[in-house]
Protein backbone atom coordinates (compact mmCIF):
# COMPACT_ATOMS: atom_id res chain seq x y z
CA UNK A 1 0.00 0.00 0.00
CA UNK A 2 0.79 3.51 -0.21
CA UNK A 3 2.96 4.95 2.59
CA UNK A 4 5.10 8.38 2.88
CA UNK A 5 7.34 8.89 5.90
CA UNK A 6 8.67 12.69 6.62
CA UNK A 7 11.62 13.03 8.32
CA UNK A 8 13.99 15.63 9.53
CA UNK A 9 11.90 17.77 11.80
CA UNK A 10 13.44 19.59 14.61
CA UNK A 11 13.41 22.46 17.35
CA UNK A 12 15.39 25.22 15.21
CA UNK A 13 16.28 28.66 16.13
CA UNK A 14 14.72 31.92 14.26
CA UNK A 15 16.92 32.45 11.52
CA UNK A 16 18.21 28.70 10.71
CA UNK A 17 17.33 25.92 8.20
CA UNK A 18 16.11 22.44 7.96
CA UNK A 19 15.37 19.90 5.46
CA UNK A 20 12.51 17.71 5.77
CA UNK A 21 12.13 14.74 3.60
CA UNK A 22 9.57 12.53 2.52
CA UNK A 23 10.30 9.10 1.52
CA UNK A 24 7.31 7.08 -0.76
CA UNK A 25 6.65 3.50 -1.36
CA UNK A 26 3.92 1.83 -2.79
CA UNK A 27 3.76 4.06 -5.68
CA UNK A 28 5.51 4.56 -9.03
CA UNK A 29 6.77 7.84 -7.73
CA UNK A 30 7.19 9.21 -10.70
CA UNK A 31 3.72 9.64 -11.50
CA UNK A 32 2.59 11.25 -8.61
CA UNK A 33 2.30 15.14 -7.93
CA UNK A 34 4.08 15.70 -4.57
CA UNK A 35 2.80 18.67 -1.85
CA UNK A 36 4.18 20.11 1.63
CA UNK A 37 1.37 21.29 3.87
CA UNK A 38 1.62 22.52 7.72
CA UNK A 39 -1.01 22.48 10.60
CA UNK A 40 -0.23 25.26 13.17
CA UNK A 41 -0.60 25.39 16.75
CA UNK A 42 -3.82 26.34 17.71
CA UNK A 43 -4.99 26.31 13.55
CA UNK A 44 -7.49 23.65 14.20
CA UNK A 45 -7.28 21.26 11.56
CA UNK A 46 -7.02 22.97 8.50
CA UNK A 47 -3.69 22.36 6.54
CA UNK A 48 -2.22 24.96 4.82
CA UNK A 49 0.06 24.69 1.85
CA UNK A 50 3.63 25.20 1.71
CA UNK A 51 5.18 23.63 -1.54
CA UNK A 52 4.38 21.07 -4.56
CA UNK A 53 6.09 19.90 -7.46
CA UNK A 54 4.77 18.01 -10.30
CA UNK A 55 5.84 14.53 -11.23
CA UNK A 56 8.33 15.62 -13.48
CA UNK A 57 9.93 18.02 -11.41
CA UNK A 58 9.49 20.95 -13.73
CA UNK A 59 6.45 22.81 -12.38
CA UNK A 60 6.61 23.87 -8.50
CA UNK A 61 4.40 26.12 -6.37
CA UNK A 62 5.54 27.78 -3.12
CA UNK A 63 3.06 29.81 -0.81
CA UNK A 64 3.67 33.30 -0.76
CA UNK A 65 5.03 33.25 3.08
CA UNK A 66 7.72 30.57 2.05
CA UNK A 67 8.62 32.08 -1.03
CA UNK A 68 12.20 32.56 -1.50
CA UNK A 69 13.27 30.70 1.82
CA UNK A 70 12.01 27.40 1.20
CA UNK A 71 12.95 25.00 -1.98
CA UNK A 72 10.78 21.86 -2.80
CA UNK A 73 12.81 19.27 -4.51
CA UNK A 74 12.33 15.15 -5.80
CA UNK A 75 14.80 12.65 -6.43
CA UNK A 76 13.16 9.49 -8.29
CA UNK A 77 16.04 7.07 -8.22
CA UNK A 78 15.35 7.70 -4.34
CA UNK A 79 11.78 7.78 -4.28
CA UNK A 80 11.72 10.87 -1.81
CA UNK A 81 10.86 14.71 -1.96
CA UNK A 82 12.70 17.49 0.14
CA UNK A 83 12.00 20.84 1.45
CA UNK A 84 14.95 22.99 1.82
CA UNK A 85 13.67 25.21 4.51
CA UNK A 86 16.07 28.77 5.30
CA UNK A 87 15.67 31.04 7.47
CA UNK A 88 13.33 29.97 9.49
CA UNK A 89 11.02 32.24 11.33
CA UNK A 90 8.77 31.21 14.46
CA UNK A 91 5.48 31.32 13.02
CA UNK A 92 6.80 28.23 10.26
CA UNK A 93 6.44 26.29 13.63
CA UNK A 94 3.97 23.45 12.73
CA UNK A 95 3.93 19.82 11.68
CA UNK A 96 4.53 19.44 8.29
CA UNK A 97 3.16 16.48 6.02
CA UNK A 98 4.28 15.42 2.68
CA UNK A 99 0.94 14.59 0.42
CA UNK A 100 1.07 12.75 -3.05
CA UNK A 101 -1.50 12.19 -5.90
CA UNK A 102 -1.39 10.88 -9.25
CA UNK A 103 -4.41 12.96 -10.86
CA UNK A 104 -3.11 15.54 -13.05
CA UNK A 105 0.22 14.50 -12.00
CA UNK A 106 1.95 17.56 -13.85
CA UNK A 107 0.14 20.23 -12.52
CA UNK A 108 1.46 20.63 -8.63
CA UNK A 109 -1.92 21.18 -6.31
CA UNK A 110 -1.92 23.60 -3.96
CA UNK A 111 -5.42 22.35 -2.27
CA UNK A 112 -5.37 19.71 0.37
CA UNK A 113 -8.16 18.01 -1.57
CA UNK A 114 -5.80 17.46 -4.86
CA UNK A 115 -4.09 14.64 -2.88
CA UNK A 116 -5.07 11.37 -1.88
CA UNK A 117 -1.92 10.13 0.19
CA UNK A 118 -0.52 11.94 3.68
CA UNK A 119 2.14 10.83 5.61
CA UNK A 120 1.98 11.28 9.41
CA UNK A 121 3.82 14.58 9.81
CA UNK A 122 6.85 15.53 11.42
CA UNK A 123 7.39 18.79 13.73
CA UNK A 124 9.25 21.47 13.22
CA UNK A 125 9.40 24.01 15.64
CA UNK A 126 11.18 27.59 15.30
CA UNK A 127 12.04 29.43 18.43
CA UNK A 128 12.57 33.31 18.64
Known amino acids: QVQLVESGGALVQAGGSLTLSCAAS????????MGWFRRAPGKGSSREFVAAVGRTGSVTHYADSVKGRFTISRDSAKNTMYLQMNSLKPEDTAVYYCAADWRNSSYAGTRPDEYAYWGQGTQVTVSS
Open 26 to 33: GVTFSSYA
